[in-house]
C-alpha cells in the first residue's frame, strides 16, 4: 500500500501523564480521619507495614471513598472508536477532546500492525481472536488505506467548497485518530482496568477490544508508579475496584 502524501497510518497509542496529585498517602490520610481526625503526612509515613495493610483492608473490603482523594490527568491520542468505548466510562471521569467543529482534523488513521489478531471465532460471549494470515493482514491494511484515503478526500472537498466543519466531518471513519485529557482518580481508574485489561490476577475475567486494552496498560504502568501501594493491593484482591 503506497500512501498518500497527505495521509498518515498508525497502529500505536500514545498515553502521556500530564499532571498529577496521587501517592498512596492520600489513600491514608482520607482514610484514616475517620478514626484519628486530621494528621499531617509525615504523621502517615511513619509505619510502611501499616500503611500496606490498612490500604490492603480497604481494598479487600471494598471502602472505596477514600481512594478518590486524588487525580491524575493523561492526555491521550486513539482512534475514534477507542474513545467511544472509553467514554463509557462516566462516574469519576472527565473528558475534553479535541473538536471537529473548530478545527481542520488531521488525516491521520489506524490500521493494525502485524501483532494484532484479526479473526474472531466463536459466538458473542463465547468467541476469541486468532492470528490472521499474512493475506488477511495486508488485505484488511489495504481496504481501510482506500476507505480512509476516499473518505478524506471527501472531508477535504467539502471544506473547499465551503461546507462547515462540523458538516464535513460526518464523512470521517472511526479510524480517525483524535487526541483528549481524560481526568480521574484512582477509584475510578480501577473501575476502566477491571474492564478494559484482561489480566491472569482478574477475580472477574474480561475481554476487552486489544486497542483500547493498549491504553488502559499504558495508564495502569503511570499509575503504577505514582500509587504502588494502592495497585498492589488492586492486584492482591483480584483486581476488582472497591
Known amino acids: 500500500m503506497s500512501d498518500a502524501p497527505d495521509i498518515r497510518f498508525r497502529s500505536d497509542m500514545t498515553v502521556e501523564l500530564v499532571k498529577h496529585s496521587a501517592a498512596d498517602t492520600d489513600v491514608l490520610w482520607a482514610a484514616r480521619v475517620s478514626t484519628a481526625g486530621e494528621q499531617s503526612l509525615e504523621e502517615l509515613e511513619k509505619d510502611p507495614r501499616r500503611s500496606r495493610g490498612l490500604i490492603n483492608f480497604l481494598m479487600r473490603d471494598r471502602h472505596g471513598s477514600p481512594f478518590e482523594h486524588n487525580s491524575m490527568t493523561f492526555f491521550i491520542s486513539a482512534p475514534l472508536f477507542v474513545f467511544r468505548e472509553f467514554h463509557r466510562h462516566r462516574a469519576g471521569w472527565s473528558y475534553n477532546e479535541e473538536s ?130 494502592t495497585h498492589e493491593a488492586f492486584n492482591t484482591n483480584g483486581r476488582v475496584a472497591p
Not at 478526500?153 to 464523512?171: D, F
Request: with cysteine.
Open 100 to 229: 471537529g467543529r473548530y478545527r481542520e482534523l488531521e488525516p491521520v488513521f489506524y490500521v493494525p500492525d502485524a501483532s494484532r489478531k484479526l479473526v474472531q471465532e466463536g459466538r458473542p460471549g463465547k468467541y476469541r481472536f486468532v492470528e490472521g494470515t499474512a493475506e488477511q493482514h495486508r488485505g484488511a491494511v489495504r481496504a481501510l488505506g482506500d476507505s480512509y484515503r476516499r473518505s478524506y478526500e471527501a472531508y477535504q472537498e467539502m471544506l473547499g467548497a465551503g461546507i462547515a466543519r462540523e458538516v464535513a466531518r460526518a464523512a470521517l471513519p472511526v479510524g480517525l485518530y483524535s487526541s483528549m485529557y481524560a481526568t480521574c482518580n484512582a477509584r475510578s481508574l480501577m473501575h476502566f482496568l477491571g474492564l478494559r485489561t484482561r489480566h491472569e490476577l482478574a477475580r472477574v475475567p474480561s475481554f476487552p477490544q486489544r486497542e483500547i486494552e493498549m491504553v488502559a496498560e499504558r495508564m495502569e504502568a503511570r499509575w503504577a508508579d505514582l500509587m504502588p501501594l
